[in-house]
């Protein structure tokens, strides 16, 4: 039987077990230009245990931004700074793909450079409000992508993928979840466009799957995955019927052969289950949980074939060595959530690991 302890093959990399760091947002970028910091590298490092370490949502653009103090990794001395942190990881022993997180219409003009405004495939704001440096603002109407648009976009995530191989990381995860970019495409109340990107569930699939090719014949499919969240509200989403759209996807990749598919569990398992069946690579689970933080109850589902891997969020965030912990069925840090973003070491690199 197959365990969460067993290594398991990514496309040609031999990973020493099947625990994911999923990807959280710190922000906590204060270096200079949206740059990590030395804190960021110990952080990252200290987790190397893991099979894979997807970092936090780097945005491939000044446009892509949607929070304050989240990093890019558009600028020489952002991919600089990335060097130190994925310089760390390795010499602990880990691996670690960056996660190329284009917001789209989430965020505010204040948090972007030169007159810049959020963009979308559709005029239509979300609801709610962002936070900023000057508190909570309303989301405002994005600018709608063009043609012209849509193809400096795709060229913003090859360029910045390729900044991450030049910066040393192991791979990128494009980021299709939680009401970003690739998700308002793939959504029909987000994407209300008539053309070749919208409509269909093929033309709204149409984004992604280019994102995911575009990146994958820059820096090699095998260096390359996805996360998608099929049904997930965040971000204002709506998708009552999201099989139609994911099958479409996954279609679209098979050609590509992109090394993972990461996803993030929203609707019913029946999904999840389809969509396991149907992609060929390593299929990463974020298991659903219902008032609980994802957790050891969840290891059962390598063994049972439900998934190749597993990410934890909050779990790995307050537990360095949680690899070590789940084998050992505990005890746990329990997270901090006044911590969670922005701020100084503490809550960040300051969670002790198991006493030897």
Same mark, same amino acid.
């Given at each position: 039987?197959?365990?969460?302890?067993?290594?398991?093959?990514?496309?040609?990399?031999?990973?020493?077990?099947?625990?994911?760091?999923?990807?959280?947002?710190?922000?906590?970028?204060?270096?200079?230009?949206?740059?990590?910091?030395?804190?960021?590298?110990?952080?990252?490092?200290?987790?190397?245990?893991?099979?894979?370490?997807?970092?936090?949502?780097?945005?491939?653009?000044?446009?892509?931004?949607?929070?304050?103090?989240?990093?890019?990794?558009?600028?020489?001395?952002?991919?600089?700074?990335?060097?130190?942190?994925?310089?760390?990881?390795?010499a602990?022993?880990?691996?670690?793909?960056?996660?190329?997180?284009?917001?789209?219409?989430?965020?505010?003009?204040?948090? !972007?450079?030169? %007159? /810049?405004? #959020? &963009? =979308? *495939?559709?005029?239509?704001?979300? +609801?709610?409000?962002?936070?900023t $440096?000057?508190?909570?603002?309303?989301?405002?109407?994005?600018?709608?992508?063009?043609?012209?648009?849509?193809?400096?976009?795709l060229?913003?995530?090859?360029?910045?993928?390729?900044?991450?191989?030049?910066?040393?990381?192991?791979?990128?995860?494009?980021?299709?979840?939680?009401?970003?970019?690739?998700?308002?495409?793939?959504?029909?109340?987000?994407?209300?466009?008539?053309?070749?990107?919208?409509?269909?569930?093929?033309?709204?699939?149409?984004?992604?799957?280019?994102?995911?090719?575009?990146?994958?014949?820059?820096?090699?499919?095998?260096?390359?995955?996805?996360?998608?969240?099929?049904?997930?509200?965040?971000?204002?989403?709506?998708?009552?019927?999201?099989?139609?759209?994911?099958?479409? !996807?996954l279609? %679209? /990749?098979? #050609? &590509? =052969? *992109?090394?993972?598919?990461h996803? +993030?569990?929203?609707?019913?398992? $029946?999904?999840?289950?389809?969509?396991?069946?149907?992609?060929?690579?390593?299929?990463?689970l974020?298991?659903?949980?219902?008032?609980?933080?994802?957790?050891?109850?969840?290891?059962?589902?390598?063994?049972?074939?439900?998934?190749?891997?597993?990410?934890?969020?909050?779990?790995?965030?307050?537990?360095?060595?949680?690899?070590?912990r789940?084998?050992?069925?505990?005890?746990?840090?329990?997270?901090?959530?006044?911590?969670?973003?922005?701020?100084?070491?503490?809550?960040?690199?300051?969670?002790?690991?198991?006493?030897?």
């Amino acid at each position: 039987m197959t365990t969460a302890f067993d290594p398991v093959d990514l496309s040609g990399t031999r990973l020493p077990n099947r625990i994911v760091m999923a990807p959280m947002t710190r922000s906590r970028a204060h270096g200079p230009g949206q740059a990590p910091t030395a804190a960021t590298a110990a952080y990252y490092a200290q987790r190397a245990s893991a099979g894979l370490i997807v970092t936090e949502g780097v945005q491939p653009s000044p446009v892509g931004q949607g929070y304050p103090d989240t990093p890019g990794l558009h600028s020489a001395a952002q991919v600089a700074a990335w060097r130190s942190v994925t310089d760390a990881v390795h010499a602990a022993g880990g691996r670690i793909f960056a996660q190329l997180m284009h917001t789209g219409r989430i965020g505010h003009p204040s948090l !972007l450079p030169d %007159g /810049l405004v #959020p &963009v =979308g *495939p559709s005029p239509v704001a979300a +609801a709610g409000k962002v936070y900023t $440096a000057a508190g909570p603002k309303e989301f405002v109407t994005p600018r709608e992508l063009t043609e012209d648009d849509i193809a400096r976009t795709l060229e913003d995530h090859v360029v910045a993928a390729r900044n991450a191989v030049a910066a040393g990381f192991d791979g990128v995860e494009l980021h299709g979840a939680n009401g970003y970019l690739a998700h308002q495409f793939l959504a029909p109340n987000s994407n209300r466009r008539t053309d070749a990107w919208g409509g269909s569930p093929e033309r709204r699939a149409r984004f992604a799957v280019e994102m995911v090719a575009a990146v994958a014949g820059a820096i090699g499919a095998e260096r390359t995955g996805l996360r998608i969240s099929p049904g997930n509200p965040l971000g204002d989403i709506a998708e009552p019927e999201p099989e139609a759209a994911y099958l479409a !996807l996954l279609r %679209g /990749l098979e #050609p &590509v =052969g *992109p090394a993972y598919l990461h996803l +993030a569990e929203t609707a019913d398992r $029946a999904l999840t289950l389809e969509l396991r069946k149907r992609f060929g690579g390593v299929f990463i689970l974020n298991a659903r949980t219902e008032g609980r933080f994802s957790g050891p109850q969840e290891l059962a589902l390598i063994e049972d074939g439900t998934a190749d891997m597993l990410s934890y969020g909050a779990l790995f965030l307050a537990n360095p060595d949680l690899p070590r912990r789940l084998r050992a069925g505990g005890p746990y840090n329990t997270p901090d959530r006044a911590t969670y973003y922005g701020g100084d070491e503490r809550g960040y690199t300051d969670y002790p690991a198991l006493a030897d």
